[in-house]
């Protein structure tokens, strides 16, 4: 095996690593992550990740990328660095970085941003890839730079991450290099710059005054058979004109470059241009391309066809290329090195001149291949910034030996004195000789420079040249120039230039452009020469015109520029004596009148030359010159030596000269006037002259029209001028006009020449230089008095308060600054003198004058060369701050100027360092530093200056050493014979006021972290300076403010958000450690070490800092939670051995209980917020646990204390953790959990508190009863009472109530609104009658009282005519660890939303944990699932168990009512699940397993669910199961019947399905299932273990019970059809006869089969309507609707009474469920199973109408008509008592004797019993019941006992003969309960009777 060896080096993922679960020891690592590598053994890596050191391990080899690095050691510590360039490091990081902010951008939905950063980003790979490929050159790699920091500052403003602060060249800046002023000034700046990038994100040429473009040639595709020449130049296509030089390539007729040297590298320089030539002033620029092609007419062959050599080579006009080059002049297109561009060449059609194709080309947006026929030029383009000599510098690899330079055609818009030019540009426009022979119209212009005089220029003659064009005519003694004429860049001068020839054209438009380049010397004495001639390509002729003009002017000025119209000549060949008399004739037509004079019918003509009428010849002219001017007075001053006598006059004459024309000619006309003045410096005559010029100029230079050429002023002045007596002069001129300033005539040229002091400063130090080295510095000390005669005479101008010396006074001291720089660098005065001299001027200015503009001249100073020297600076310190200080103090307008003043001194003091001891004169006169600090508290933080004054505090600190702090807090100043430091602890109170508003309101932008943290590590000083000088100086007498400001202040610091290092990326992290350490650790420290200096005053600050100080240690770093958490035990002990003065004297508190409630109630505050984790539980109790422990008197409190903080701290964390969950049932379990952790420790206003929480969170989602029943929480802790409200149960939704009884008024309202919504109208019912009972028993406000009544009645009608649907509950088992704690392993019972079915509840849960498995089956759980990890759930429906009513008892209730009662005031369930059944399948084997559930609290609740306390677990046989079946079948059809009587609108169909789902059991088989049960052979005793053994007498109750629910449903079957009768539309008339014939069979089968015989009657069906629909409406909507209250472990005693009956088929309608039901009921209803049935225990009962009422008189006389008939069984007979004016009363509690009174009627009732088989049929048929509590009357044989278990069937009653209507309102019969007290709890195992309390007995006669 390989061994591991020592690779320390740095790495680079490459690809995803995920090993398995059991390679614990291999470390998974993504692409792109960074490895700190230890080992190797060659095949694998051992390291660990630089982002996240806990994660190390070992990695393949192949998976990672070694690079270069560098190894630093810190400490301990190794860090390793790329070698990569800073800029490659930063793109690196901040990709890491963006990547995953990317990806919430994307979660979140912020698509705009994503695109932005996603292309950012890739465009960032791309310039990294770039950039690491090191090809790029210098000027390219530092664009890549800037184009790589604009992107990564923009996105990171967009992400908002923090400021990057950099220089200009985009690198970043080290906070650590530079001083806090200069920080926070490159914070400004590159906010600034990234601002202006984002509005013009890629131009960054607008303000650049140099510009080049550079062309490169790839290829130029051309198919001609000639010569070629392509001459490119620039082209404005507004003005229609070319404004640059051409370029011109040369092909040969083979298509090769004639100079094959030029091979690759055809490049020009298009240079010289500048802002004007930008978007603002040409909009449009073109790069065109003209092909002209160099042969003949036509193709030269002759007629065999055979080439020939032709005597004249023709240029003709082939095409126009035109590349718009507008948006690369403006910056807007990037260079890219790969593109280049194809240019198509529009050809030229044989009418077309160059300048219409011109136009065509650059107006026409593409030309199509049809068109160019793939002819055209590849070319790249790139713009250049700087002149050309920076360009050549910069740009080595572009210009290179053969590029050409093609110059703008005028001056750049910076002429510096080096350049030299003598440029005439010539543009041959057009020319009309239509009035030649008609043959001759290929005409071809030749134009020549010819000297005046050949002879005294004394220039070469070339003697082929002029032999060879002797023989045309008019050359014959003129001498012809060489070679002076430039086509362009890439040709060779020429000596004539000819034009292109357009075809049988008589007036030809050229259109082109050259340049002639004569030498000054011979400017004046040359002319140009045209000559006009038609060509052939085999013919030579003669000229047959001729034009010329001079260069120079009649005034001896040049050519004026623009377009001349010049006059053509026709030549006369035959006279050719005098060649030259053209000289003497006139050039242009606008010397035609002069010339002509009176004689202008005279023809003009000098020798063969004569003036042709209607010819003419258009120019135009451009002179670039540095050496001509058009200017008559500039010009006369440039030669001023050949007038001397006009010089004054050219000297005023200047200063009305253009401005432009003198800058061009700056350099001459500055020596000029230097020349001038040094011819005259004896007289002096012209000295004030020439100074008022040399003003002007200079003037002018300084105007913002011309701020370019102060360069070429600068240079001039220190390479040009030489004038060594100017200083002289101009010192003497210009102190004269001082001392002579109230003259008006000097205070215009005063102030214009101290606008232009800089430069006359520069001009007379640098002739006193020169003097001084020319005469060995003889007349220093002459010129030192010269200069402080100067500044003397400055000093005491500005001591006048006159309104004309102000305007000269501003001058100075906005422009004199700017002189010291030169006095300094070149010595010319002493400076401490130069100090004086300017502390005189800033004193002399009259106060209130000038004011601002002082602060500016102060300012200059600051800035100045001057301050960095010691002595000066001193003293110009102390006058400086006592100004600034006065200002600053009286909040003048000037803040602005001051602040930037102080910023500078101080930035002064950190730069220099011997200007660091200066920093204690800013506070040792005046204390600059306080007002500093006053102005920041008084200041407005949002404004600007709050930030520029908070960084001058910031730096001012920052300088300050230890020493310098002691010094200062030494010597502030204290009153006399004071004792105390009262001014000290002023001034450390506003400090540390300062700091801590600043740290919670920081005045700096949030993503300035450099700023502050900088800000931070000035504070921490400065706090730990402070606190030495609290402690040593207000310890005794104690300052308690003072020490607690630094509390607040060094805690503030400590939390503050720039601090939490945990929020950070990690890369941010480390930067910060790097840097500035964990500096909550130093202050956490600090914080302790002046806790325990308090001593015994720490009980001052008990509860106080409680809550800042938790603050604090919940800061999740370890070693300051370690540090600072035993303060906690500290001020535990503090309170408790605090005395506390009593009655019996001064005794120890003995508890801290003020620490306790302070501590809870802000933990809860700070754990909410964010704070605290599973770590600080297990540190605070170690930390707090082991020295309560050891405590031997406060131990118990202690550990009960740390006990309940711990379970608290749980809690939070816990609700915290799901605060923020979706699901807000989570969110509730956890307020509920803290409420009752609240109510256990009686935290009163926590409780309520959280109480708001889950009352307003159930708002939210709708869920109004369990809101209003949270506020019935908050109501059981106010009392119906007066007394004043505590604070701690105020409430901030009722902030005027005062008083118990006024807020919980307001919430019994607010509590009834929210039962109302949650149509909880019962609940709402009990508040109501409480607050009536308040109204009218205590406050007696009988309005309030009379609208509670009044919402009492509405709850009591909601309750009866409004429809609510019970709510359906389900069980969840949340099995497995994988849930939350609160949550794992429970099971809960969950009150479902309004109509919401399982499958939607179960879907809500599932959304909840989408993946958690649900279990598909109820049986239990293993231990595995138990235990697991995973998450599992078991949904299923229960059923409440209704609870019995005591109001209800004895009672017949609406079951509108019941309703209510049987879903609600719940918590009892119950459910079950089958077991395993028999393989018959038969429901006879069906088995199930029933569980009843108990909860914690009752639903519904202050919850939605509630956690299962108690379950119990039993078997049902199948025996039970069908009762109850049938039982509950029974229960849906009763209330469905009474639905529909009630409310006749219902729709029918809930009806119809029903109904036939039990006619026609198709599938389930319907009460066919039950035949086993009724043959005899069936037996509740299972096989096994499953049941224990029952009687024959038990399972005979249990089926005889089966048989009266079978016969139940028969009778509620026939009265719901009988319902769907009068209600069933026509077209469902066939299903209902279905329903009738499946119900006839089905009553039959039950007759045969079963042996049941319905009571006769009681299953009777109509056949037809008996009534129609609207009468059915009408008949059944009085009807009160009755339900006897009772259903399981309950009994029910019915009073019948006996009636007479008429025909069997009469029907009776029931009041309590208006079914129609035939008298035989009363003989037929029941079917006894044998003897012994009154001990039967019997588990579930059903139930059928319990009273009936007639509906017609006829009905009453058919029951009076069966008194007579014999009954069938025997009778109980009931009597009781009634009165007209109420209903029945209770059964009586005390009498034995009924006590009838006078008006009440004895009701007599007959209950009809069934036959029982095998009983005696001597026995007594009745039994009468009086009213005396329910005593049996009359003997019976056997005893009849019923028990709460037992149902006694009542299926008829019988009211006396009365109205139905009257009996309905006072009469109805209603059900009387014998249980008083429910059975509650779980169902017992063993089925055991129990007695009804009720005393409801017979006893048989015979004993």
Known sequence: MAQWKEFKRLGIVVSHYRPSESDSYHMPVCVGDTLHILETDGDWYRGFLIRDRTVKGIVPASYVHIKDCSIVKIGNDESMFSKDPAIVQEITSVLREWGLLLRNLFISNKMADFRKIEEMMLKLITIRRDMMSKKLTKDDYRQKQLEATAKIDYGNMLLG???????????????????????????????????????????????????????????????????????????????????????????????????????????????????????????????????????????????????????????????????????????????????????PILPCSRNDSLESVIKEAVKVEEVTQRTHKGQGIWVSVRLLDGDLKQVKEEYPHLIVGHTAVARKMGFPEVIMPADVRNDFYVTINSGDFSQRNLGERNIEMTMQVCSRDGKSLGIRKDSMLIGRQSADVGVDNAEITHNVISVGGGADLQSEYKSVIYRHQDTPRWFETFKVAVPIEEFYNCHLKFTFKHVSENRDNKPFAMSHVSFISSDETTLADGEHDLLVYSIDTKKSSDMLAYLRLPTMTTELDKVR?????????????????????????????????????????????????????????????????????????????????????????????????????????????????????????????CATLAYSKLTTVLTNNLDNVDIPDNQDILYRSFKSIVYIMKLIIRSWLLFAALYDNKGSVQFEVSMRQLFQSIATMMCQDTNHT????????????????????????????????????????????????????????????????????????????????????????????CAKIVADIV??????????????????????????????????????????????????????????????????????????????????????????????????????????????????????????????????????????????????????????????????????????????????????????????KKIRFIPELVGPILEMTLIPETELRKATLPIFFDMMQCEFYQMVRTSHGDVMNGNFRQFENELITQMDVQVEGGHGDEQYIELFYVTIHEPCAKHQVMRDQGLRFVEVIKKLLMRLLEYRTIIHDENKDNRMNCIVNLLNFYRDIDRQEMYIRYLHKLCDLHLECNNFTEAACTLMLYTRLLRWSDDHLESMLRSDNFPDAQTHRELKELLYHRIIDHFDKGKMWEKAIELCKELIAQYEFEMFDYHKLTAMLRKQADQYNKIQSETRHPPNYYRVSYYGNGFPAFLSNKTFIYRGKEYEMLGEFSSRIREVFPNAKVLSTLNPPNHEILESAGKFLQINAVNPVFKPQPQFVGKTVSEQILKYWKSNEVDMFTYSRPLNPKKTGEISDMWLEKTDLRTESILPGILRWFPVKEHHTYKVSPLENAIENMDSTNTKLQIIIEDHLRQPELQINPLSMLLNGICDAAVNGGLANYKPFFSGEYTTNGEGDEEPRRTKKEQSELIYKLKNLTTQQLMLLAEGLNVHNDKCPESLRPFHD??????????????????????????????????????????????????????????????????????????????????????????????????????????????????YSTDSKDSVDSAEKEKEKKVDGPVIELNQTLTSARPPRPESKAASKSRPSSGKSKLHHQLSLPNFSGADNNQPSSINIGSQGGTVSGSVAPTLQLTSNVYVESPLAILPEESPKKVLRSHSVRGVFTSPEPEIGLRPSSHSSVTSGGNCSATNAMG
Not at 283 to 307: A, H, I, S, T, Y
Not at 860 to 875: C, G
Not at 1638 to 1653: G, R
Not at 1665 to 1690: D, E, P, R, V, W
């Open 1634 to 1747: 279905n329903m009738v014939t499946q119900f006839n069979k089905l009553v039959d089968f039950v007759k045969t089969e079963y042996s049941i015989v319905p009571p006769q009657g009681s299953v009777c069906v109509r056949a037809q309507k008996t009534m129609s629909h609207i009468q059915f409406q009408k008949a059944h909507s009085k009807a009160s609707l009755l339900s006897s209250y009772g259903q399981s472990n309950m009994t029910q005693d019915a009073a019948v009474t006996q009636r007479k009956t008429s025909t069997p088929e009469k029907l009776i309608r029931t009041s309590s469920g208006g079914g129609l039901f035939k008298p035989s009921i009363i003989r037929d209803s029941l079917s006894s199973p044998g003897k012994g049935h009154s001990k039967a225990n019997i588990r579930n009962s059903g139930r059928v109408p319990s009273t």
């Open 806 to 897: 102000l305007k000269i006074q501003g001058a100075v001291l906005k422009f004199l600054p700017g002189v010291i720089p030169d006095l300094v660098r070149d010595k010319a005065m002493d400076r401490n003198e130069l100090a004086s001299l300017l502390i005189q001027m800033i004193q002399n200015v009259p106060k209130d004058r000038l004011s601002n503009q002082k602060l500016v001249f102060i300012l200059d100073i600051v800035n100045s060369p001057l301050f960095k020297f010691a002595e000066p600076r001193q003293m110009l310190l102390l006058v400086i701050v006592e100004h600034v200080d006065i200002v600053i103090s009286n909040q003048s307008k000037e803040l602005d100027v």
């Open 161 to 343: 991450l923090d400021l990057t602060v950099r220089d200009e060249d985009g690198e970043v800046i080290n906070s650590e290099c530079i001083g806090a002023i200069e920080l926070f000034r490159q914070h400004r700046t590159t906010l600034e710059r990234n601002a202006q990038r984002r509005k013009q994100p890629d131009n960054r040429l607008t303000q650049r005054h140099t510009l080049n473009l550079f062309v490169s040639v790839c290829n130029v595709i051309c198919r001609v058979g000639d010569e070629v020449d392509v001459i490119m130049a620039l082209y404005d296509a507004t003005s229609g004109k070319f404004f640059s030089e051409n370029y011109v390539i040369k092909y040969s007729q083979k298509g090769m470059l004639k100079d094959l040297d030029l091979l690759n590298n055809l490049r020009v320089l298009f240079s010289d241009l500048g802002s004007k030539d930008l978007r603002t002033v040409r909009e449009k620029v073109f790069l065109v391309c003209q092909v002209v092609r160099l042969g003949g007419m036509f193709p030269p062959v002759d007629n065999e066809g055979k080439p020939v050599k032709l005597k004249n080579i023709l240029r003709r006009p082939f095409g126009v290329a035109a590349l718009d080059v507008t948006s690369i002049l403006n910056g807007d297109i990037s260079y890219d090195e790969d593109k280049q561009h194809f240019v």
């Open 597 to 721: 004079g009176d004689k202008s019918s005279k023809a003009i003509s000098q020798g063969p030359y004569t003036l042709t009428k209607n010819n003419s010849f258009q120019i135009t002219t451009l002179a670039c010159s540095t050496k001509l001017t058009h200017n008559v007075d500039l010009l006369g001053l440039l030669n001023w030596r050949a007038n001397p006598a006009k010089l004054p006059i050219h000297l005023k004459n200047l200063m009305k000269v253009d401005g432009e024309e003198i800058v061009k000619f700056l350099q001459h006309t500055l020596d000029a006037l230097f020349a001038i003045l040094m011819q005259n410096s004896d007289t002096g005559i012209y000295d004030k002259l020439v100074f008022d010029a040399l003003i002007f100029v200079i003037g002018l230079v300084s105007d913002r029209k011309y701020l370019q050429f102060k360069p070429v002023l600068e240079l001039y002045i220190k390479e040009n001028f």
């Open 907 to 1096: 930035h002064q003091t950190c730069t220099i360092p011997s200007a660091r001891e200066d920093l204690r004169l800013l506070f040792k006169e005046r204390d600059l530093l306080r007002t500093i600090i006053q102005t920041v508290i008084n200041m407005d933080r949002s404004s600007s200056l709050a930030q520029d004054y908070t960084a001058i505090m910031i730096a001012i600190l920052r300088q300050m050493s230890d020493a310098h702090y002691s010094i200062y807090l030494d010597t502030i100043p204290e009153p006399e014979h004071a004792h105390t430091y009262q001014n000290l602890a002023d001034f450390l109170t506003e400090i540390i006021m300062v700091f801590q508003d600043l740290i919670k309101a920081c005045v700096f932008p949030p993503d300035w972290n450099e700023m502050i943290m900088v800000q931070n590590q000035v504070f921490l000083k400065a706090l730990r300076c402070f606190s030495q000088t609290i402690k040593e100086k207000f310890s005794t007498p104690f300052e308690q403010q003072l020490w607690n400001n630094f509390f607040h202040c060094a805690i503030s610091f400590l939390t503050q958000d720039a601090l939490q290092l945990e929020n950070f990326s990690s890369s941010k992290k480390r930067k910060i450690i790097a840097r500035y350490k964990d500096m909550r650790r130093a202050m956490g420290f600090e914080i302790r070490s002046m806790w325990s200096n308090l001593g015994q």
